[in-house]
DNA sequence: TATGAATGAGCTTTCATTCAT
DNA sequence: TATGAATGAAAGCTCATTCAT
């Protein structure tokens, strides 16, 4: 919408302050109606939301929420926003999603980080699976929604390509596959299992669902659980 | 308006065939009714088509349009059960989808089964891409919607999940799998990769898409690409 | 607004049609309308027009109005392109307003035709007062309303700048003055009288106030009462 | 909202200075909330005017704008009146506008004083041109902006009448004339002539207006440019 | 049947005004 | 006094649905 990525600044990663002008009560109060919005978006879809239940559920009237947003699309990119910001911190710390890569210590089996990864993507997943749907459909008609939805999966397919690649690069991944494809697949897999599982209420379980995926992955580039990256002292 | 009690049958939740006209010219009329529909719901999604569009697009005056459907949601059953029945034929004829069982003649390989599966998976779903993720948001909606969603995907998953439990009983396919969570999780690889696709706009090459999915697919499940059915002959 | 002036086309002179799908049932609805609407504008202006009113004065839902008109600016430009009409055609008839033109007969006083087009404008304005003056409001925001009112306008200022010219080329008009200021001028005295006497309720009477008029009109330009055109076969 | 009950002075319909500050700081700040006032009023009229506007353009919070004025109509009321001032002072110091009065030294030629009080008219109306037709606008719909209205313009309309009256008198002016309806039409020529130039942006040269204007006026009244008073010693 | 006029629930948005701080 | 958050009356407009012809 209005405002561009703020993806540098980390004091304020959520950003769209059009309307930003702010007492300590006004921003607790903008804070409860992005909470409320993000309720009510979540059970009732973009285009069934009311705007007069947003407010409602933020304990005020409905003029109150146009004290802080022009529109409901502009609610909806704050609690679209937010929800990416989360997601992708949640992807990145200990080792980022989808690789094994930095290594610390010598002999670590890619199937440990696979499975780190996806369960961190899982779990994630489950906080902000109907969001996530809501925010796919109103990406269909929306510019900005579209770019919100396609960065929160660029980040995670560009790093499982960039990671294929180099396993190809060590000799443990399957040379025949493209990297960007293979990625692309892959990350689906997880991405629609997350979807099936907490949208569509799946019933699966949380171990046997990680370890099954992340045997899936593996395997399917060529490798096995006990696959390891080669030590690089010794290769290089 | 969006869900109004339906005093006249609780169970037969998005409509049916109460008004079907019998007269040749009827039918015709319906028939372009439900075309027109489908075009207008693949364009606006479901809550911004206009049931003016529609009759528009038919050719004919939107009052005319309540003579064959009393509501909207029941157009939109009417195009999502065509759908419906589209895809679960298109992906059965030859060799039933996702499997390679009724092997015709004794040693084929997997990886062509799952080949051919997987491409007739993807062509139908070009086609389709745009209604099937209306269905999809509409259906977080609907009950019955959901329940022709969920069949969907449950013919390609369950005929998988039987596939891969005669793979491991066969001794080809890694026996460490859950057959319904690999099959789950595989199914969702093709699914979400031509949602992404076709419809989030992603650039990919049919036949190296296809030969991708597939390699995955075997490889993912502890086998190679030559792969090939144990002669039952012999094996029996 | 969307459509242009349709001057040409007699048969259809006050245009606006953009719904203008008719039966004769729907033709009746929509006249009853723009008359609702006429008396509304008059009474409240436009800023404070409600269509409720207008509808409801027409006998009708709200809803109806829009199955005519889109906006309360379209009626509105309907109201005023009639009442451009009605005023422009009661201004020419007999011998066009403000001129003493093609004279038939030799000795005309130009006052007597003076006369004639002062009162014709005196009681057109009469019957169009309050709309010209809610009109004249709202011109000064809208583009087309800016243009009719100005349309309107010219015609009178350009037929008297003609005849002030003529007159002055018989010699029996000031030559010091120019035409088109003094047109303006004087045009300007007629239909601000009428102003103030039918809007701001002035108390003035018809025969005194046509013939005041009128008598300064010829003797600002230098003229009596009695003067008449120069006999053009004398003067040729 | 819009005309509530004014349950502590029916009788002061508009506003008045109720709440008339007198710390010279509330009247620095009173002052400029009507100098903003009357800037927005100008270019929004009255019905689209903010009060946010006005109190952002005064360089405060809008609620401030409640601390000096209960109402919008209140701060209009008195922009009116500032404007109605000035306009009155405008036309009477050196010589009263619109007429031929006091006149000091015997021999002096009508037309001279009508010029003089006819550029003073135009040069104010020019600087009040916007809001005048505002206030025109509001007037309709509201008592005392009519009153105010009427009285600027009878202050001028009776100047003139009693000039022309005294013209009558000396012999030098059209006795056929009412001289009520005489000014109150040469008035209207002057105004109007006002309004189609610096309103509806009409392209006229000073000078020549006013030249113009004073000689239709002396010459509609039975007068020459020339014309003069007789020495009143020597007529009385 | 086909048509399109009529209806009104429902939603968004605006903004003057009130009021706690 | 000054501030700006909170309020809610009012309107405009959309569109599914009903109904007379």
């Not at 290594?103 to 109907?130: F, T």
């Not at 991405?191 to 593996?218: H, I, N, P």
């Amino acid at each position: 919408m209005t405002s561009p990525e703020r993806s540098t600044a980390p004091s304020e990663p959520v950003g769209g302050n059009e309307r930003t002008p702010l007492t300590p009560r006004g921003r607790r109060t903008r804070a409860k109606l992005v909470d409320a919005a993000r309720t009510v978006f979540e059970r009732d879809g973009f285009g069934d939301a009311r705007i007069m239940d947003i407010a409602r559920l933020a304990g005020m009237s409905y003029g109150s929420f146009y004290t802080y947003f022009a529109t409901k699309e502009e609610v909806f990119g704050e609690v679209a926003r937010a929800m990416q910001h989360e997601m992708l911190s949640a992807s990145e710390p200990p080792t980022a999603g989808g690789d094994a890569e930095p290594a610390p210590e010598p002999p670590v089996r890619v199937y440990d980080a696979v499975v780190r990864a996806n369960r961190r993507y899982l779990v994630s997943y489950q906080r902000h699976a109907r969001l996530m749907a809501v925010i796919e459909q109103a990406a269909l008609r929306n510019e900005e929604l579209f770019r919100i939805r396609r960065e929160v999966r660029e980040a995670f397919v560009d790093r499982s390509t960039a990671a294929i690649a180099r396993w190809q690069a060590a000799g443990i991944a399957d040379p025949a596959l493209d990297p960007g494809y293979a990625a692309s697949a892959l990350g689906s897999m997880v991405d629609r299992f997350g979807y099936v599982w907490f949208v569509l209420d799946g019933s699966f379980e949380m171990d046997k669902a990680v370890d099954t995926l992340s045997r899936l992955w593996v395997q399917a580039l060529g490798m096995t659980t006990e696959t390891r990256l080669p030590d690089r002292r010794v290769a290089g």
